[in-house]
């Protein structure tokens, strides 16, 4: 399924609108003289697995010109069956936040504040870091003589809330580094 | 109108007091949260501490301790109850602000409100809600514009429990006596229906695990007050002080209640 | 879970007993009462504190904190003495038959093998009895005094209903009438289900509390079976794919070993992670281990990979010991870690003694944060009493898209891998974690190209491909995962096919089969469900080959029929001569007379209810939290002998019971998740828990003065914090060996960041966990209480 697929309000707007002429022997849209479209059914409507527990539930993000305009249970789904709970009723405000992070920040040692810098500047100083600590902590054999070949000073933590294949490039990457302190939020 | 009456059926015993239908209620009207400053905890899970021009529903908590020390939390959303008899609608001097709309639904327009504040004081439910900033009034109004185009209220959406049903009032009421038996065999002796007859019948009725008195809030016996039946059912109409309009209600009102003041945060 | 979500549909008794779903699984609810609405099925709440799911349940039964093996144990003697369990089951799928080494013995809380200076067992007396040719014997009639099913009797016959509810603090009808409503699931046609999360797993106890109820389960013969299964309710969106992937200390993806320092060969690596069976009948499904960690290693170095290098096996890290979360920060405290990555965690709050891991992160020279919004890890240097002038930490907060600005898949409690698209562009300058690690890993090959540093070929020599630079692309990661016939360049059609010759390619064996020729199939959103049991096939991809409900063998008698014909999972069609229904957790055309056993993956072919794997001992015992104002009454072990006092830095205090006598305990709500970072930014959540709180009965209130509303001070040995009082009936104290015992919650999700904030209840919560997981105790600790700050 492709992200341009219309008909996500249709499927909703079907699986509502069939419930209600299904319980009520007729369809309200016809009946309603007033009626006005609403603004979604002009979104386009793309769908996502709810950020929070781990039911999985499916939401609909309807979308205008690029921007968020609703979000709502997908009642496709056969687990929440268009059904969210707080958490996920409140996806719309997430994407909406003021509060967001849209910006590198940086404090440097010492300092009391933030610093906004590029993606570029803190890519470039992060893997030096990254670089200067592995290579000074690094073990190649234990005082036994066995190769071991790990990054004893850096841990890398997390992971619970990202993509399948966001982990294992994760796992990939942290191994690759001789990182041996490696754990998440399945511990804790 | 010809159509079957529509309305919102919430089974108190299935709700998990999740709150989604809080959230569903701000996210599809996009109403903000409350001011921060009144961010409190109230010794409950309970809040916001009550409705609000921007908070058009809300889930009650009340602890029930039974004989014999058992104990019970009983959960009740509340929001507009969609009276038949509605005081709101008789009370309301502006008739493109409040009015029954096409499928049967008692519509708050706060657009055309004057902000004359007749239904806030004369609801027996104490829903609708005055902004004093805006002087406009504010209240759920079940998702009118979802149901006019054919999708359900986004509470009973949203409802994980499916505590909340929507669908023609007749079979919801079928569907609570049965509900409520079945409640009744199950060691609930007092499992009721509320609303079939309240007001005229309520277009939102509750299944209720025990009686009505163990729900905070809920009144026992909701009634059109009697100023507005006297004032708008038999005075009115009969033109006995028509030229006094409005005011003429209000004086009424007053001489009959004394002033109204509408409590904030303590229900 | 070893079922899934909707498949609460299909049970007949639910119980949940250290989770709380409907507050923090609320979709979970949807299901449970439609099977009380459906087959008036009963639910039943276990908890110390009566929660929004008490509310909903058809029992509620009250348990002090920490002592659930006692009550699950008293379940477990309750099914014995009343041969409520299902003969046939047990005898034919568990190792109730199998006999024990005559040198296994028990006696006052240890088992045969203990050693008191290392705190470990030696496990050699806990084994099976072998015939001549290496085969456990066994005895079918469950009679002879060293077979497994005699000892489990033995073991149990303690927990009797007196002694478990002096320690439980449980009314003994209730006890009762929870052991009989769940027990009477071991008719083979009723299912009875168990839904458990971290009310479990946070305990110095927690790896025996789920084996616990595993045993009872299995003697109930409810594992395999629709509506029954051991569920954990996963507490974060992606903890089961996070898991599944590996990023934990001790695996590599798909439950591989993580080699360690005596792995000097891949051949010894594979010996050692390769059990053996000598059974002929057995499957032994793990005897294919090698292909998997091949195929993975293929996947990861790619052409690099050779039978001469031992398919670069030498690149990985080899582990010496543990490296699990408590373990990291105390090397962190002790200046041995320099530099930390955290990808959407939040330590600060969320750690044990979280003081002291704020103070650890001092040490760093530096910290990445990766999120979505402002953490409390993020802002440690500027958090309330530090003073940013002497943290020397260089600190990078990199803003992340979120979920729904990204595209990928992720797993859910019921292991269904769904897809998620793109549905708005990033926020801002904000970027796809993916993104990030993929611009991460590109400059540092870039670095150790031109300046390689001591061994740069784990480095160098990684495969990495993740499409563009600057776009990479889920889809190539998930192909790669599922893996890649390289002679012929073809996606595999599942693990079946993974080699270890080096012919295949495979990032995840139990994700094999997730993205085929066939196409991306954790994207599919087909509504069938052919065997009415809402298994849906065909709606998404589900770990391991789509299988919807694992141990499904076991739903079947040893002839292929299903325990109950009207909740048939898998069934053997005789004419046709295969298994249908679910994909079968058995050969597809292997037919049940071949009894093969019905848990593969066990080199026994029989799930065990005797375990020799654990550190703790084959079988659950109760021993009192670390801190416990109580003494065991049932040996004179109070704690688990096992657990690890290694963590011991200024800052790791115990506490007595004189100074702390009450009994606390933490919790997620449902408005808010996990550590609060989200959601205490979002305002419509914010109002709903707006503060942090303490729950406390009105009779500790009423002895301490505090009024409902007024605010307290909580303290423990390792600190204090604020909380508004809840005075509720919800809380009772506990009648404990005719003694009160006060017990108080505290939700876990405040801190200092965000709109609304609070002291993290972490601050309490000691160094302390379960001695296989090393998971921290969260879930019993001591503390006092008092009105004021």
């Given at each position: 399924?492709?992200?341009?697929?219309?008909?996500?309000?249709?499927?909703?707007?079907?699986?509502?609108?069939?419930?209600?002429?299904?319980?009520?022997?007729?369809?309200?849209?016809?009946?309603?003289?007033?009626?006005?479209?609403?603004?979604?059914?002009?979104?386009?409507?793309?769908?996502?697995?709810?950020?929070?527990?781990?039911?999985?539930?499916?939401?609909?993000?309807?979308?205008?010109?690029?921007?968020?305009?609703?979000?709502?249970?997908?009642?496709?789904?056969?687990?929440?069956?268009?059904?969210?709970?707080?958490?996920?009723?409140?996806?719309?405000?997430?994407?909406?936040?003021?509060?967001?992070?849209?910006?590198?920040?940086?404090?440097?040692?010492?300092?009391?504040?933030?610093?906004?810098?590029?993606?570029?500047?803190?890519?470039?100083?992060?893997?030096?870091?990254?670089?200067?600590?592995?290579?000074?902590?690094?073990?190649?054999?234990?005082?036994?003589?066995?190769?071991?070949?790990?990054?004893?000073?850096?841990?890398?933590?997390?992971?619970?809330?990202?993509?399948?294949?966001?982990?294992?490039?994760?796992?990939?990457?942290?191994?690759?580094?001789?990182?041996?302190?490696?754990?998440?939020?399945?511990?804790? | 109108?010809?159509?079957?009456?529509?309305?919102?059926?919430?089974?108190?015993?299935?709700?998990?007091?999740?709150?989604?239908?809080?959230?569903?209620?701000?996210?599809?009207?996009?109403?903000?949260?409350?001011?921060?400053?009144?961010?409190?905890?109230?010794?409950?899970?309970?809040?916001?501490?009550?409705?609000?021009?921007?908070?058009?529903?809300?889930?009650?908590?009340?602890?029930?301790?039974?004989?014999?020390?058992?104990?019970?939390?009983?959960?009740?959303?509340?929001?507009?109850?969609?009276?038949?008899?509605?005081?709101?609608?008789?009370?309301?001097?502006?008739?493109?602000?409040?009015?029954?709309?096409?499928?049967?639904?008692?519509?708050?327009?706060?657009?055309?409100?004057?902000?004359?504040?007749?239904?806030?004081?004369?609801?027996?439910?104490?829903?609708?809600?005055?902004?004093?900033?805006?002087?406009?009034?504010?209240?759920?109004?079940?998702?009118?514009?979802?149901?006019?185009?054919?999708?359900?209220?986004?509470?009973?959406?949203?409802?994980?429990?499916?505590?909340?049903?929507?669908?023609?009032?007749?079979?919801?009421?079928?569907?609570?006596?049965?509900?409520?038996?079945?409640?009744?065999?199950?060691?609930?002796?007092?499992?009721?229906?509320?609303?079939?007859?309240?007001?005229?019948?309520?277009?939102?009725?509750?299944?209720?695990?025990?009686?009505?008195?163990?729900?905070?809030?809920?009144?026992?016996?909701?009634?059109?007050?009697?100023?507005?039946?006297?004032?708008?059912?038999?005075?009115?109409?009969?033109?006995?002080?028509?030229?006094?309009?409005?005011?003429?209600?209000?004086?009424?009102?007053?001489?009959?209640?004394?002033?109204?003041?509408?409590?904030?945060?303590?229900? | 879970?070893?079922?899934?979500?909707?498949?609460?549909?299909?049970?007949?008794?639910?119980?949940?007993?250290?989770?709380?779903?409907?507050?923090?699984?609320?979709?979970?609810?949807?299901?449970?009462?439609?099977?009380?609405?459906?087959?008036?099925?009963?639910?039943?709440?276990?908890?110390?504190?009566?929660?929004?799911?008490?509310?909903?349940?058809?029992?509620?039964?009250?348990?002090?904190?920490?002592?659930?093996?006692?009550?699950?144990?008293?379940?477990?003697?309750?099914?014995?003495?009343?041969?409520?369990?299902?003969?046939?089951?047990?005898?034919?799928?568990?190792?109730?038959?199998?006999?024990?080494?005559?040198?296994?013995?028990?006696?006052?809380?240890?088992?045969?093998?203990?050693?008191?200076?290392?705190?470990?067992?030696?496990?050699?007396?806990?084994?099976y009895q072998l015939d001549e040719n290496g085969v456990p014997l066994e005895d079918k009639t469950l009679q002879n005094p060293h077979c497994v099913f005699q000892l489990l009797k033995?073991?149990?016959?303690?927990?009797?209903?007196?002694?478990?509810?002096?320690?439980?603090?449980?009314?003994?009808?209730?006890?009762?009438?929870?052991?009989?409503?769940?027990?009477?699931?071991?008719?083979?046609?009723?299912?009875?289900?168990?839904?458990?999360?971290?009310?479990?797993?946070?305990?110095?106890?927690?790896?025996?509390?789920?084996?616990?109820?595993?045993?009872?389960?299995?003697?109930?013969?409810?594992?395999?079976?629709?509506?029954?299964?051991?569920?954990?309710?996963?507490?974060?969106?992606?903890?089961?794919?996070?898991?599944?992937?590996?990023?934990?200390?001790?695996?590599?993806?798909?439950?591989?070993?993580?080699?360690?320092?005596?792995?000097?060969?891949?051949?010894?690596?594979?010996?050692?992670?390769?059990?053996?069976?000598?059974?002929?009948?057995?499957?032994?499904?793990?005897?294919?281990?090698?292909?998997?960690?091949?195929?993975?290693?293929?996947?990861?170095?790619?052409?690099?990979?050779?039978?001469?290098?031992?398919?670069?096996?030498?690149?990985?890290?080899?582990?010496?010991?543990?490296?699990?979360?408590?373990?990291?920060?105390?090397?962190?405290?002790?200046?041995?870690?320099?530099?930390?990555?955290?990808?959407?965690?939040?330590?600060?709050?969320?750690?044990?003694?979280?003081?002291?891991?704020?103070?650890?992160?001092?040490?760093?020279?530096?910290?990445?944060?990766?999120?979505?919004?402002?953490?409390?890890?993020?802002?440690?240097?500027?958090r309330p009493g530090a003073n940013p002038g002497d943290i020397k930490t260089e600190v990078f907060l990199l803003p992340a898209a979120s979920s729904s600005e990204k595209e990928g898949?992720?797993?859910?409690?019921?292991?269904?891998?769904?897809?998620?698209?793109?549905?708005?562009?990033?926020?801002?300058?904000?970027?796809?974690?993916?993104?990030?690690?993929?611009?991460?890993?590109?400059?540092?090959?870039?670095?150790?190209?031109?300046?390689?540093?001591?061994?740069?070929?784990?480095?160098?020599?990684?495969?990495?491909?993740?499409?563009?630079?600057?776009?990479?692309?889920?889809?190539?990661?998930?192909?790669?995962?599922?893996?890649?016939?390289?002679?012929?360049?073809?996606?595999?059609?599942?693990?079946?096919?993974?080699?270890?010759?080096?012919?295949?390619?495979?990032?995840?064996?139990?994700?094999?089969?997730?993205?085929?020729?066939?196409?991306?199939?954790?994207?599919?959103?087909?509504?069938?469900?052919?065997?009415?049991?809402?298994?849906?096939?065909?709606?998404?991809?589900?770990?391991?080959?789509?299988?919807?409900?694992?141990?499904?063998?076991?739903?079947?008698?040893?002839?292929?029929?299903?325990?109950?014909?009207?909740?048939?999972?898998?069934?053997?069609?005789?004419?046709?001569?295969?298994?249908?229904?679910?994909?079968?957790?058995?050969?597809?055309?292997?037919?049940?007379?071949?009894?093969?056993?019905?848990?593969?993956?066990?080199?026994?072919?029989?799930?065990?209810?005797?375990?020799?794997?654990?550190?703790?001992?084959?079988?659950?015992?109760?021993?009192?939290?670390?801190?416990?104002?109580?003494?065991?009454?049932?040996?004179?072990?109070?704690?688990?002998?096992?657990?690890?006092?290694?963590?011991?830095?200024?800052?790791?205090?115990?506490?007595?019971?004189?100074?702390?006598?009450?009994?606390?305990?933490?919790?997620?709500?449902?408005?808010?998740?996990?550590?609060?970072?989200?959601?205490?930014?979002?305002?419509?959540?914010?109002?709903?828990?707006?503060?942090?709180?303490?729950?406390?009965?009105?009779?500790?209130?009423?002895?301490?003065?505090?009024?409902?509303?007024?605010?307290?001070?909580?303290?423990?040995?390792?600190?204090?914090?604020?909380?508004?009082?809840?005075?509720?009936?919800?809380?009772?104290?506990?009648?404990?060996?005719?003694?009160?015992?006060?017990?108080?919650?505290?939700?876990?999700?405040?801190?200092?960041?965000?709109?609304?904030?609070?002291?993290?209840?972490?601050?309490?919560?000691?160094?302390?966990?379960?001695?296989?997981?090393?998971?921290?105790?969260?879930?019993?600790?001591?503390?006092?209480?008092?009105?004021?700050?």
């Amino acid at each position: 399924m492709d992200l341009s697929r219309r008909g996500f309000l249709k499927a909703s707007g079907a699986a509502a609108a069939s419930a209600a002429i299904g319980s009520l022997g007729f369809d309200l849209s016809g009946v309603s003289a007033y009626t006005h479209p609403l603004k979604i059914s002009y979104a386009k409507e793309t769908t996502t697995i709810c950020p929070f527990c781990s039911c999985g539930c499916s939401i609909i993000v309807h979308t205008v010109d690029g921007k968020v305009i609703n979000t709502e249970g997908d009642p496709d789904s056969p687990i929440n069956e268009g059904a969210l709970c707080a958490k996920g009723s409140a996806l719309y405000q997430e994407a909406h936040s003021e509060y967001r992070l849209r910006k590198v920040r940086y404090r440097a040692p010492g300092s009391s504040t933030w610093e906004e810098k590029d993606w570029d500047w803190a890519l470039d100083r992060i893997s030096r870091n990254v670089k200067n600590t592995r290579d000074n902590t690094f073990v190649t054999k234990t005082s036994d003589g066995l190769i071991v070949n790990r990054t004893e000073g850096i841990a890398n933590l997390g992971g619970a809330a990202i993509n399948n294949e966001e982990c294992y490039i994760l796992a990939k990457l942290a191994r690759s580094l001789g990182f041996v302190n490696l754990d998440h939020q399945a511990r804790v | 109108m010809s159509m079957k009456r529509i309305g919102l059926l919430m089974d108190t015993s299935r709700c998990l007091a999740c709150r989604a239908c809080q959230v569903a209620c701000k996210q599809w009207n996009k109403l903000p949260a409350e001011p921060k400053e009144s961010w409190k905890t109230r010794g409950s899970y309970e809040n916001p501490a009550d409705l609000s021009p921007v908070t058009w529903t809300r889930v009650r908590f009340t602890e029930y301790e039974q004989h014999g020390g058992g104990v019970e939390w009983l959960f009740r959303k509340l929001q507009c109850m969609q009276c038949q008899d509605a005081t709101c609608l008789k009370v309301c001097p502006e008739k493109k602000a409040l009015y029954r709309n096409q499928d049967g639904l008692v519509v708050l327009d706060s657009a055309y409100c004057t902000g004359c504040g007749y239904c806030t004081q004369n609801c027996p439910f104490e829903i609708p809600r005055f902004d004093a900033k805006e002087r406009r009034t504010f209240k759920c109004n079940m998702c009118y514009d979802r149901i006019a185009n054919g999708l359900i209220p986004a509470c009973a959406k949203a409802c994980p429990a499916q505590a909340i049903q929507f669908g023609p009032r007749n079979e919801l009421i079928e569907k609570a006596h049965q509900r409520i038996q079945a409640l009744k065999g199950k060691g609930f002796p007092e499992a009721s229906l509320y609303g079939e007859n309240e007001c005229g019948g309520l277009g939102v009725i509750y299944i209720l695990k025990y009686g009505r008195s163990k729900y905070e809030g809920l009144p026992a016996d909701p009634k059109v007050p009697l100023s507005v039946k006297l004032w708008k059912d038999w005075l009115k109409p009969v033109g006995l002080a028509s030229f006094l309009g409005g005011l003429g209600f209000v004086v009424f009102h007053y001489v009959l209640h004394g002033p109204k003041i509408i409590e904030k945060g303590g229900d | 879970m070893t079922n899934h979500w909707i498949d609460l549909k299909n049970s007949d008794c639910i119980i949940v007993m250290g989770s709380n779903a409907a507050e923090n699984h609320p979709m979970s609810f949807r299901w449970a009462l439609r099977a009380r609405d459906e087959r008036s099925a009963r639910i039943i709440s276990v908890d110390p504190r009566f929660t929004r799911t008490s509310s909903l349940a058809d029992i509620y039964a009250p348990l002090r904190s920490g002592t659930d093996i006692a009550f699950i144990g008293g379940m477990i003697n309750y099914c014995l003495q009343n041969q409520l369990y299902n003969q046939e089951y047990v005898v034919e799928y568990t190792n109730a038959g199998h006999l024990i080494s005559e040198d296994f013995s028990f006696s006052e809380g240890l088992f045969s093998g203990y050693d008191q200076t290392a705190r470990k067992y030696d496990n050699a007396s806990w084994a099976y009895q072998l015939d001549e040719n290496g085969v456990p014997l066994e005895d079918k009639t469950l009679q002879n005094p060293h077979c497994v099913f005699q000892l489990l009797k033995n073991h149990f016959s303690r927990y009797d209903v007196d002694t478990v509810c002096k320690i439980t603090g449980t009314p003994r009808e209730k006890f009762l009438e929870v052991a009989r409503t769940f027990c009477a699931t071991g008719d083979p046609r009723k299912a009875g289900t168990i839904m458990y999360a971290m009310g479990w797993t946070q305990h110095t106890t927690g790896t025996q509390i789920i084996r616990a109820f595993a045993i009872l389960q299995l003697l109930l013969g409810n594992i395999g079976i629709a509506g029954g299964g051991v569920n954990a309710l996963r507490g974060e969106p992606n903890v089961q794919g996070s898991t599944d992937y590996a990023l934990l200390f001790h695996l590599l993806p798909g439950y591989l070993k993580v080699p360690v320092d005596k792995d000097t060969s891949l051949q010894a690596y594979l010996d050692r992670c390769t059990p053996v069976s000598k059974d002929p009948k057995s499957v032994n499904y793990w005897k294919n281990y090698p292909k998997f960690m091949i195929s993975l290693l293929k996947a990861w170095y790619g052409e690099n990979a050779t039978a001469e290098n031992e398919f670069c096996f030498h690149l990985l890290p080899k582990a010496s010991g543990n490296y699990s979360h408590m373990s990291i920060f105390q090397s962190m405290y002790q200046g041995k870690i320099k530099g930390l990555f955290c990808w959407g965690q939040n330590p600060a709050v969320s750690g044990p003694n979280a003081l002291m891991e704020q103070k650890a992160l001092e040490k760093l020279d530096w910290l990445v944060c990766t999120d979505i919004f402002e953490t409390e890890t993020s802002i440690f240097w500027k958090r309330p009493g530090a003073n940013p002038g002497d943290i020397k930490t260089e600190v990078f907060l990199l803003p992340a898209a979120s979920s729904s600005e990204k595209e990928g898949s992720i797993s859910n409690s019921g292991r269904w891998a769904q897809w998620r698209y793109t549905c708005e562009q990033p926020q801002g300058e904000a970027r796809s974690d993916l993104w990030i690690m993929n611009s991460l890993m590109l400059r540092l090959k870039r670095l150790y190209a031109q300046d390689p540093g001591p061994f740069p070929d784990p480095i160098t020599r990684l495969s990495w491909n993740l499409g563009s630079a600057d776009k990479p692309s889920a889809a190539v990661v998930a192909r790669e995962i599922n893996g890649y016939d390289l002679s012929s360049g073809r996606l595999l059609d599942n693990f079946t096919q993974c080699q270890d010759n080096g012919t295949t390619s495979c990032g995840n064996w139990l994700y094999s089969g997730s993205y085929t020729e066939a196409g991306n199939l954790m994207a599919r959103r087909g509504k069938d469900d052919p065997t009415g049991m809402g298994l849906y096939p065909n709606w998404s991809w589900c770990w391991p080959l789509n299988r919807r409900i694992i141990y499904n063998r076991a739903s079947c008698d040893t002839q292929g029929r299903p325990w109950d014909p009207d909740r048939a999972v898998i069934w053997w069609n005789e004419a046709m001569q295969q298994w249908e229904g679910d994909v079968p957790d058995y050969g597809k055309k292997v037919p049940p007379k071949n009894n093969a056993g019905a848990f593969i993956m066990k080199t026994e072919g029989h799930a065990r209810l005797f375990g020799m794997d654990l550190a703790d001992g084959p079988f659950p015992e109760h021993y009192e939290p670390y801190e416990s104002p109580v003494d065991n009454i049932l040996s004179s072990q109070q704690i688990n002998p096992c657990v690890f006092l290694g963590y011991n830095t200024d800052l790791d205090k115990k506490g007595n019971q004189r100074e702390f006598p009450i009994v606390a305990t933490t919790y997620r709500i449902t408005e808010h998740w996990q550590s609060g970072i989200e959601t205490r930014w979002q305002p419509w959540l914010c109002e709903l828990m707006p503060e942090m709180f303490v729950e406390l009965s009105r009779e500790l209130a009423k002895e301490k003065g505090i009024s409902n509303g007024d605010l307290c001070t909580v303290a423990s040995a390792r600190g204090s914090i604020r909380a508004v009082a809840v005075v509720t009936a919800r809380f009772r104290p506990f009648l404990v060996d005719n003694r009160v015992v006060h017990q108080i919650g505290l939700p876990w999700c405040y801190g200092y960041a965000g709109l609304a904030t609070g002291d993290p209840a972490n601050i309490l919560t000691p160094n302390i966990g379960d001695p296989n997981t090393r998971i921290p105790e969260y879930k019993a600790f001591l503390c006092a209480i008092r009105k004021g700050v």
